[in-house]
């Protein structure tokens, strides 16, 4: 099996009561919403031979781009279609798929107003087309490695994000779970040492009636620091964990481990994503100086790699954009 | 906080000018508009202080008032009031960025934005209304400081129908809203009473939220009390994508990532889903936003009376209800998050998730809070230029136009690309805009905005706005 690689952050089951409303209220007629879902469309020539993998590489490593990793979900699909005895190959189409929508969810998130609901919809429905035929693929292989049952786990957290009902984001969220716990017996550091946090998040997002266990999430992510510490993910999330459970000071030193990790240049807009997220975060906790310096580094890959998403949310149906009294942005 | 009568008029004044403008209040003169007049010329010709009366009569218009201590009054007589009609066309009917105004006895309908709001006003009264839908909030009080909404009636909103974004000291009392996605919000606020209000037949009765991606980032000391929640089932018709398409129908009273938020003395009955739902934020809203706490602490469920909540739980509140195994809806349902949370009466109530909710103390109340509003008006700073453009922006432009989408005007990146920076000729096109585009509605008129005012949002535009 070629190795395997992971370049979407997932973002949370959350979602799931938005998700539901957004699927009932889109048969309910007009309003402002932008008519974007021709905007889905995007230019995918298949390159010859010769240059399938440099193109690949190059469209999946283009983590800011919802058109180049679209394509790329489309070139590794064709691929994996074209070779369907190639499991490392299925698995690589599959996390490219569910990289996509993590990407396209993620957009659609800072769109708060859901302003181009269309667009993102069409996207999301294109890619669940080719995830549920790699998915059904896989499931029926025999072999239970802990890569290709770390990406199904993967594919179920995220496309039902934002177009599934509460019931089936939840049914999905077991069912990750499930995967990712023989994932991780067989193999701790599955998908890059991913699966194991990822599994700790699961616990810690799902609500107290439905299986969720701070307890054991807590043990699943200090597991995975001790495993796999250079992960900005990872940290950034314990860091949210240790902050709600009122240890500021080993949220702090999880923000502060973040200050020491390079960028993966494979996934630069997570990093960039990240060491905003840590910023806000020790703003919060407070701690102005490690904010300042996370605020740093984060400007300076931004500056660096202009092509990254800054993630600034719009103003509209008057909300958002920047603070009204200051002029800053928040 | 205080508790005796409602702010008079002179109460409202102006802080940093209390003694000129109480005094010029005392003289403030009365004008009156007759139906067929334009109520916004009399804003116009009114000195701050004085008072405006309003005969009943249709007005097709926007007021806009950011003079301090003006009091816009409707007349009413023999059961007819003064009517503001906004035809589905107009954006805003009454928008207020001065201090210390009050509005009351108007019927304001059909303004596709707002019905009433005030934009960093402090010390505002906001009485006896009727404001109806379609709209997007009936009324909606966004960046200020001590403010009493009462006795209004509001209904048909695609939002919230009463919405109190980002403010402090606000008392919302009683008054009556229906048939909108939520019925009372308090958002990103802090110190609000909602209290004594009739709440019903929306899709969720009362919100208090703690929102992502807002530049207020804590939300605190909200107590809902005394208030009537029932029948709260409304089909949710958000439109699509919406922040409260995610609103769960049959929902009584949610508290969404709020801290110290006291839940005492409602007859809540006969929402089909859950009476009282405790949740962190993003269980509902995923925007990423680490500068805020999005797990509710300090919920206080005290006494109140849960009357047949949960008989027929629909959409996602029957999902949830599934995934725990459970037939029907319950009083009270939580995530199971947050910190120091109590219930008291548990035995009385069906409740689910809340594990983590001790017994409250015998005897824990709210009642020695008589009010939110602070006891003499706040200060008011008056705004810069800068701040007038960009709270005009967001008040008024966003409400159909965005940075770079299409809503119902053009993205504000083809406005800059055509108007470089030529402020004044901006300011005059939103004056009297012309028709540009067949495939677009006709812009209204933003004439009420005075000269500077369009000359700062114009400037914030083509200056300052970004992505």
Not at chain 1, 39 to 59: G, K, N, W
Not at chain 2, 218 to 238: E, Q
Not at chain 2, 256 to 269: A, K, S
């Amino acid at each position: 099996m070629k190795p395997v690689k992971w370049h979407a952050c997932w973002r949370g089951f959350g979602a799931l009561l938005l998700a539901l409303g957004n699927a009932c209220a889109l048969a309910a007629g007009p309003a402002r919403v932008e008519d974007s879902a021709a905007d889905a469309v995007y230019d995918c020539p298949l390159p010859p031979p010769e240059q399938f993998e440099a193109r690949v590489t190059q469209l999946s490593t283009s983590t800011w781009d919802k058109n180049s990793l679209g394509c790329a979900a489309d070139l590794t699909f064709v691929a994996a279609d074209n070779a369907q005895s190639d499991i490392g190959l299925q698995v690589q189409a599959l996390l490219a798929t569910t990289a996509y929508i993590a990407h396209v969810n993620l957009l659609w998130d800072f769109d708060l107003y859901g302003i181009r609901v269309p667009e993102w919809t069409a996207r999301i429905q294109h890619a669940i087309e080719h995830g549920n035929v790699l998915d059904q693929r896989l499931a029926a292989v025999p072999v239970e490695d802990p890569d290709l049952l770390s990406a199904r786990a993967l594919y179920r957290l995220t496309w039902p994000t934002k177009v599934a009902d509460a019931k089936t984001i939840m049914i999905e969220t077991r069912a990750a779970q499930v995967l990712l716990e023989k994932a991780v017996a067989k193999e701790p550091k599955a998908l890059g040492g991913n699966a194991l946090w990822i599994l700790g998040r699961i616990f810690f997002d799902l609500p107290e009636f439905a299986g969720g266990d701070g307890v054991k999430a807590m043990k699943l992510l200090e597991q995975a620091h001790a495993q796999t510490p250079g992960n900005l993910s990872m940290l950034r999330y314990s860091a949210y964990v240790h902050a709600q459970d009122r240890n500021p000071a080993l949220a702090r030193t999880r923000l502060t481990e973040m200050l020491s990790v390079d960028p993966d240049p494979a996934d630069l807009q997570t990093a960039a994503d990240e060491l905003k997220n840590a910023r806000d975060l020790a703003t919060r906790l407070p701690d102005a100086a490690l904010a300042q310096k996370l605020t740093d580094r984060r400007d300076a890959l931004l500056q660096a790699q202009p092509q990254l998403l800054a993630r600034k949310p719009t103003a509209a149906n008057m909300h958002g954009g920047v603070d009204p009294i200051t002029g800053k942005e928040y | 906080m205080r508790g005796s009568k409602p702010m008079t008029a002179s109460a409202l004044a102006l802080a940093t000018a209390w003694i000129s403008l109480a005094a010029s209040q005392a003289l403030g003169a009365t004008l009156t508009v007759k139906a067929g007049e334009s109520i916004q010329a009399a804003v116009k010709r009114a000195l701050p202080g004085d008072r405006i009366e309003v005969e009943p009569g249709l007005y097709k218009e926007t007021v806009f008032i950011d003079k301090d201590g003006i009091e816009l009054s409707g007349i009413v007589r023999g059961g007819q009031w003064p009517v503001l009609d906004g035809e589905n066309k107009l954006n805003d009917g009454v928008l207020v960025s001065g201090h210390g105004v009050t509005i009351e006895r108007l019927w304001v309908k059909r303004y596709k934005g707002n019905g009433i709001m005030t934009q960093g006003s402090n010390n505002y009264r906001i009485a006896y209304n009727v404001v109806e839908g379609p709209c997007f909030y009936a009324i909606f009080p966004q960046f200020g400081k001590n403010g009493l909404v009462t006795h209004n009636v509001a209904f048909g909103s695609e939002d919230a129908a009463i919405y109190v974004g980002m403010s402090d000291n606000v008392d919302v009392v009683h008054n009556q809203t229906y048939a909108s996605i939520i019925g009372i919000e308090s958002e990103n606020s802090h110190d609000i009473l909602i209290e004594n209000n009739y709440v019903h037949d929306n899709v969720v009765g009362i919100a208090t939220t703690m929102l992502p991606a807002l530049p207020v980032k804590s939300s605190d000391r909200i107590i809902i009390r005394n208030n009537i929640v029932a029948r709260n089932n409304m089909k949710n018709t958000a439109p699509p994508g919406a922040i409260t398409a995610g609103a769960p129908p049959g929902l009584g009273i949610l508290v969404l990532g709020t801290d110290h938020t006291t839940v005492e003395g409602n007859l809540i009955r006969d929402n089909d889903g859950v009476g009282v739902m405790v949740s962190e934020t993003n269980f509902l809203v995923t925007t990423p936003d680490d500068r805020m706490d999005p797990f509710p602490d300090s919920t206080q469920v005290l006494r109140n009376v849960f009357l047949n909540n949960g008989s027929n739980p629909q959409g996602t509140l029957r999902d949830l209800l599934d995934i725990a195994g459970v037939e029907r809806g319950v009083d009270v349902l939580a995530t199971g998050k947050g910190r120091d949370h109590c219930i008291a009466d548990r035995l009385a109530l069906t409740t689910l998730g809340t594990r983590n909710f001790a017994d409250c103390a015998p005897g824990t109340t709210s009642a020695a809070v008589a009010s939110m509003q602070t006891a003499k008006p706040v200060v008011a700073t008056p705004f810069t230029a800068d701040q007038k453009g960009r709270l005009t922006y967001l008040a008024v432009c966003t409400g159909c136009h965005t940075y770079n989408s299409k809503l119902v005007g053009p993205p504000m990146v083809v406005i800059k690309a055509l108007y470089g920076k030529d402020e004044q000729r901006l300011a005059d096109y939103i004056a009297k805009p012309v028709r540009k585009r067949p495939d677009y509605p006709e812009m209204p008129s933003q004439d009420y905005l005075p000269e500077d005012i369009r000359l700062a949002v114009a400037r914030y535009i083509l200056s300052e706005l970004s992505h």
